[in-house]
C-alpha cells in the first residue's frame, strides 16, 4: 500500500504529521543557527524554510486551478521560483518563521474548503506532470519529510511512516525507470532493501543494500551511512 491508496482524511493526516515534525525541528533552531548550510549544496537554513513556505505557497496555487478551472501554475518560471527563495532567505529568522507557518495554515485551509469535484482535477505541477489535485496532499508530504532532514539539526528518514518511505522508494525507482534506468527493488531475509540499477544494457550495473531508511537516505542524494557497499556511486537523479 501507498499513500495514494489511503483515503483522504488518512492522507490529511499523515501530511499534519510531516507539518508537525519539520516544524518541530525548524522551532529548535536558533536565529544564528538559521545562517548555518543545510544538506543542500548551496542552500543554508534559510533557504530551506524560504523553500517550504514557498512550496506551500505554490501548491495553494494549483489548489485555486483546480476549484475555479483557471490554470494557475505553481510557479511562472524557474527563475521566478529561484529568486523568491533568495529574497525569501534574507528576512530575518523570525520573519521566515512567521512566513512558514502563515503559508501552512493558508494551504491547510485550502485543502479543507475544496470542493469534492476539484480533488479530482486536472493541475500541472513544477515540473510539467498533469496530476489530479488530490497529488498536492503526497508532494507536502514528501517535502516536509525530506527537507526536515536537510535542515541537518536531528531529523532522520526513520521517523517516516513506513506508508510514506514505501511511496517515497517506488516514486524514486519509477523516476528512475521513466529516465531510461533498468532497477530492481528486492527484499532480503534479514528485513533490509536491495536496490539493483543498470543505466543501459551496455553499462555495467550496481547494486546498494540497507535499510529502508538508509536507502531512501542515499537514494535522495543525502548521504551513505549504513549501506553495503560503504561508499556505493551516486544515485541517478529521480525529479
Known sequence: MTFRDLDLGERMLLVRHGNDY?????????????????????????HLVAH???????????????????ATPMYESGAQRAEEIEGGSELEAGALRNLLVDETSRLDDKWQRLPQRAWSA??????????????TLWMRTRELWIHA?????????????A????????????????????????????????VSIR?????????????????LHWMTGRGTTGLSPQDPPPPPQWL
Open 199 to 215: 543505466g543501459n544494457p551496455t553499462e555495467e550495473g550496481f547494486s546498494v543494500r540497507g535499510s529502508m531508511p538508509s536507502l
Open 52 to 70: 517550504l513556505a514557498l512550496n506551500a505557497a505554490a501548491l495553494g496555487r494549483l489548489l485555486d486551478w483546480a476549484a475555479t478551472g483557471i
Open 122 to 135: 486536472p493541475v500541472r505541477t513544477a515540473h510539467g506532470k498533469m496530476v489530479p489535485a488530490s497529488e
Open 163 to 194: 506508508v510514506v518511505q514505501t511511496t517515497l522508494l517506488t516514486d524514486i525507482v519509477d523516476g528512475w525507470r521513466a529516465n531510461g534506468a533498468s532497477v530492481d527493488v528486492e527484499q532480503t531475509p534479514t528485513g533490509q532493501v536491495s
Open 22 to 46: 519539520c516544524m518541530h525541528y525548524v522551532a529548535e533552531l536558533s536565529d544564528d543557527e538559521f545562517n548555518a548550510p543545510s544538506l543542500l549544496d548551496g542552500w543554508t537554513r534559510r
Open 149 to 161: 532532514v536537510d535542515l541537518d539539526n536531528g531529523a532522520t528518514y526513520s521517523a517516516m511512516p
